[in-house]
């Protein structure tokens, strides 16, 4: 039995515990990223004089910035490792959020957000892996979704420190905070994070086996194992059109389908339900509790998900999240008509829609080879973040076209259908 079957089929340990806690962590820097700019918004365009379309360019310069992040930096960790990759974005994501602080203007503001959102983008690649990789079958989908809480609860701390840093400290000190907490957790990966063991099989070498022995002693593997040896001359990364090969061609569309359609629907209900709220007579503070509410659900959906995906199959899971996604927005807008309700419903929607999220993670690193899997998982984030990137766009583009409110929430509701369709191609996980 090797050592990653050894893990596959072990009990969790403190150390392994403590993994997904950390890169639960490093998810939290993407929801942070994500709303404390959304929360400065008003500060920035005010102090650099921006019309509504630059301060557009900007609130999706960092979005553009994930998305180029997942699908260009995800083969580097098929060669370089995992490890290595999360680091260097780590470094990018730092430097962004202090070029943030320190920008003059909107042209080296948007560059800032670029490189923030790549080191954001390469972050969630490497982690999504790791966290599959060394969690045990029995709480692999747990520790996912453990995992994916991070955007939730960041988006929360970022609304937070917005709001309490910028009326003090002025809009720059909510990015000069994120750096720090990024720089915070260069260090912690730096110490604590180990390699992926696929990845170092993969590489081969003469240290292999000492790398493997310093692994298996950290996690309290007593077990005797051994490990199978690999042909180190042929290449450690796989050409990204494997991705296209008729073993994969079916899953990764289907993936790719799923990510885009849900994340379009995600981020559209996330970032025009306020708005649409207090057009429908809420007032700006009640139409901003429901947004922060939809984040709460999101965090609270993410671990419902992972408790019920260790006694179910994650698709399973996943297609019963996505239907009731789908109900959840068609009756949305048009039973708001008092607070509570809203926040319930807002709730519910978060919890769903989010719970689909960490469905899409638990599944996606199990649907390629070792020396794939990086890639694989990174340009399909990457596709889910081009459907994030057009959701706001698309809804805008059709109420000035005349469309209700009522139906943009029914048309998300559709396109979570359509998620469902695209899982029930999957097999069974």
Same mark, same amino acid.
């Given at each position: 039995?090797?050592?990653?079957?050894?893990?596959?089929?072990?009990?969790?340990?403190?150390?392994?515990?403590?993994?997904?806690?950390?890169?639960?962590?490093?998810?939290?820097?993407?929801?942070?990223?994500?709303?404390? *700019?959304?929360?400065?918004?008003?500060?920035?365009?005010?102090?650099?004089?921006?019309?509504?379309?630059?301060?557009?360019? &900007?609130?999706?310069?960092?979005?553009?910035?994930?998305?180029? $992040?997942? @699908?260009?930096?995800?083969?580097?960790?098929?060669?370089?490792?995992?490890?290595?990759? @999360?680091?260097?974005? *780590?470094?990018?994501?730092?430097?962004? /959020?202090?070029?943030?602080?320190?920008? /003059?203007?909107?042209?080296? *503001? #948007?560059?800032?957000?670029?490189?923030?959102? *790549?080191?954001?983008?390469?972050?969630?690649?490497?982690?999504?892996?790791?966290?599959?990789?060394?969690?045990?079958?029995?709480?692999?989908?747990?520790?996912?979704?453990?995992?994916?809480? +991070?955007?939730?609860?960041?988006?929360?701390? #970022? $609304?937070?420190?917005?709001?309490?840093?910028?009326?003090?400290? $002025?809009?720059?000190?909510?990015?000069?905070?994120? #750096?720090?907490?990024?720089?915070?957790?260069?260090?912690?990966?730096?110490?604590?994070?180990?390699?992926?063991?696929?990845?170092?099989? &993969?590489?081969?070498?003469?240290?292999?086996?000492?790398?493997?022995?310093? %692994?298996?002693?950290?996690?309290? %593997?007593?077990?005797?194992?051994?490990? =199978?040896?690999?042909?180190?001359?042929?290449?450690?990364?796989?050409?990204?059109?494997?991705?296209?090969?008729? =073993?994969?061609?079916?899953?990764? !569309?289907?993936?790719?389908?799923?990510?885009?359609?849900?994340? !379009?629907?995600?981020?559209?209900?996330?970032?025009?339900?306020?708005?649409?709220?207090?057009?429908?007579?809420?007032?700006?503070?009640?139409?901003?509790?429901?947004?922060?509410?939809?984040?709460?659900?999101?965090?609270?959906?993410?671990? %419902?998900? +992972?408790?019920?995906?260790?006694?179910?199959?994650?698709?399973?899971?996943? @297609?019963?999240?996505?239907?009731?996604?789908?109900?959840?927005?068609?009756?949305?807008?048009?039973?708001?008509?008092?607070?509570?309700?809203?926040?319930?419903? #807002?709730?519910?929607?978060?919890?769903? /829609?989010?719970?689909?999220?960490?469905?899409?993670?638990?599944?996606?690193?199990?649907?390629?080879?070792?020396?794939?899997?990086?890639?694989?998982?990174?340009?399909?984030?990457?596709?889910?973040?081009?459907?994030?990137?057009?959701?706001?766009?698309?809804?805008?583009?059709?109420?000035?076209? +005349?469309?209700?409110?009522?139906?943009?929430?029914? +048309?998300?509701?559709?396109?979570?259908?359509?998620?469902?369709?695209?899982?029930?191609?999957?097999?069974?996980?």
């Amino acid at each position: 039995m090797t050592l990653q079957e050894r893990i596959n089929q072990g009990h969790m340990s403190t150390y392994q515990w403590g993994i997904v806690l950390l890169v639960t962590s490093l998810n939290l820097l993407d929801g942070f990223d994500v709303l404390a *700019l959304a929360f400065t918004a008003s500060a920035i365009k005010s102090s650099f004089g921006l019309s509504g379309v630059e301060l557009g360019y &900007l609130l999706s310069a960092g979005l553009i910035g994930m998305a180029v $992040g997942s @699908i260009v930096l995800a083969p580097i960790a098929d060669t370089i490792g995992r490890r290595k990759l @999360i680091i260097f974005s *780590l470094l990018l994501s730092t430097i962004g /959020m202090f070029g943030s602080a320190i920008s /003059m203007g909107i042209l080296s *503001l #948007g560059i800032a957000r670029v490189i923030t959102g *790549l080191g954001v983008g390469g972050i969630l690649v490497g982690t999504n892996v790791i966290v599959s990789e060394y969690a045990s079958n029995k709480w692999r989908n747990l520790a996912i979704s453990i995992f994916a809480s +991070g955007f939730g609860i960041g988006a929360m701390l #970022g $609304g937070i420190f917005a709001v309490a840093l910028q009326g003090t400290y $002025g809009w720059h000190s909510v990015f000069i905070s994120g #750096g720090i907490l990024t720089l915070i957790c260069l260090v912690a990966v730096i110490k604590w994070l180990p390699e992926s063991i696929d990845f170092i099989v &993969l590489k081969g070498g003469s240290k292999q086996q000492e790398q493997l022995e310093s %692994i298996a002693n950290t996690l309290r %593997i007593t077990e005797p194992w051994t490990q =199978e040896s690999k042909d180190t001359s042929q290449k450690v990364q796989l050409p990204v059109s494997k991705l296209f090969s008729p =073993e994969y061609r079916r899953p990764v !569309f289907a993936i790719w389908i799923a990510f885009a359609a849900i994340m !379009f629907s995600y981020y559209f209900v996330s970032s025009w339900t306020p708005a649409l709220l207090k057009e429908v007579g809420m007032t700006t503070e009640q139409s901003v509790s429901v947004g922060m509410m939809i984040s709460i659900g999101g965090t609270i959906g993410s671990l %419902i998900f +992972g408790v019920l995906a260790s006694r179910f199959t994650a698709r399973n899971v996943l @297609i019963a999240f996505t239907i009731g996604s789908a109900i959840v927005a068609s009756v949305f807008i048009s039973v708001v008509s008092h607070l509570w309700i809203a926040i319930v419903l #807002g709730i519910c929607i978060g919890a769903l /829609m989010n719970g689909c999220i960490s469905g899409l993670y638990a599944i996606n690193p199990t649907l390629y080879e070792a020396g794939l899997r990086s890639t694989g998982v990174g340009i399909a984030i990457g596709v889910g973040r081009v459907g994030a990137i057009l959701a706001p766009t698309i809804a805008g583009v059709l109420l000035d076209a +005349g469309w209700e409110k009522q139906s943009l929430y029914m +048309g998300a509701g559709v396109v979570m259908l359509v998620a469902t369709v695209a899982v029930g191609v999957l097999k069974n996980k």
